[in-house]
């Protein structure tokens, strides 16, 4: 065995305080991966896990140089995987009309420009280690979403939209990156209850949300880089 392949592999996440990128850092840690769990909070993110398997860093997404130094850190090992999963939602009532483009824009800025954030900061320790980087985005910035996608009258259009960015700018990372040896997935939860009465809705609970968007690297079947999918089955852009 190599000596790459024998050390612990090291996983990133983003927005892993709580939610479904909480549930993701604990999965990984479980399975074996140091996780760096990058948060807003840390005293409260401190108290969820088990120190000895999971380092939790401070990080805004808004800020650029608090991202930086969180990738410094990691060093000439680099990182296996980071999971760009921190994102912000907009009121379910939103709509184009009705819109507070303040709050919009704040959501653009988390949801798109700090996505693009996270992957500039992380380039660099994914390309050292050949790594996989995973984006969630959402159903609802997709066409392939009957109940919350971008051909329904759904709300949250801020969110829909930061959401269908996101997705461009996985799939241009997937292919600029890929020439770079570093696998890029771009990946929907389906409808996780991470928030007061999802759950009534049917949502499902955030260690599966967590499952689903691991897939390209946890699960069982093969995940192809530069897709889009959903439980490991491909979902429309
Ligand atoms: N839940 C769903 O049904 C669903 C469906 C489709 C897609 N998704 C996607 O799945 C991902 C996780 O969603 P979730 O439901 O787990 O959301 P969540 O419970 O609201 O958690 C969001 C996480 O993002 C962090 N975050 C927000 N703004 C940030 C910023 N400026 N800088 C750093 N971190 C920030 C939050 O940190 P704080 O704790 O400090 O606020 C929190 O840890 C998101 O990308 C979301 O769009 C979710």
């Not at 066409?143 to 241009?172: C, E, I, M, Q, W």
């Not at 928030?195 to 690297?217: E, F, K, N, W, Y």
Request: glycine share 12%.
């Amino acid at each position: 065995m190599s000596e790459h392949t024998a050390r612990t592999r090291r996983a990133v996440v983003t927005g892993a305080g709580r939610g479904i990128g909480r549930a993701a850092a604990q999965l990984l840690s479980e399975r074996g991966w140091h996780v760096i769990a990058v948060v807003r909070d840390a005293a409260g993110a401190r108290e969820a896990f088990d120190r000895s398997a999971v380092e939790v860093r401070v990080a805004d997404l808004r800020d650029e140089t608090s991202l930086a130094t969180v990738a410094a850190e990691l060093g000439e090992d680099g990182a296996d995987l980071v999971v760009a999963n921190a994102a912000q939602f907009s009121p379910w009532d939103e709509t184009v009309l009705t819109a507070d483009l303040d709050g919009a824009r704040d959501i653009l800025d988390v949801n798109v420009l700090g996505t693009w954030r996270t992957i500039q900061a992380f380039s660099k320790a994914l390309m050292r280690a050949q790594g996989s980087l995973i984006i969630v985005g959402s159903g609802g910035g997709s066409h392939g979403d009957p109940d919350f996608g971008v051909t329904t009258n759904a709300g949250a259009v801020g969110y829909a939209a930061s959401k269908a960015a996101v997705h461009v700018l996985g799939r241009k990372a997937a292919l600029e990156l890929g020439e770079r040896d570093v696998a890029v997935y771009v990946v929907d939860p389906g409808l996780t209850a991470t928030a007061p009465g999802m759950a009534g809705m049917g949502a499902r609970d955030p260690r599966d949300g967590a499952l689903s968007i691991l897939r390209p690297v946890l699960g069982d079947g093969f995940v192809p880089a530069g897709s889009f999918t959903r439980d490991g089955r491909a979902l429309a852009w």
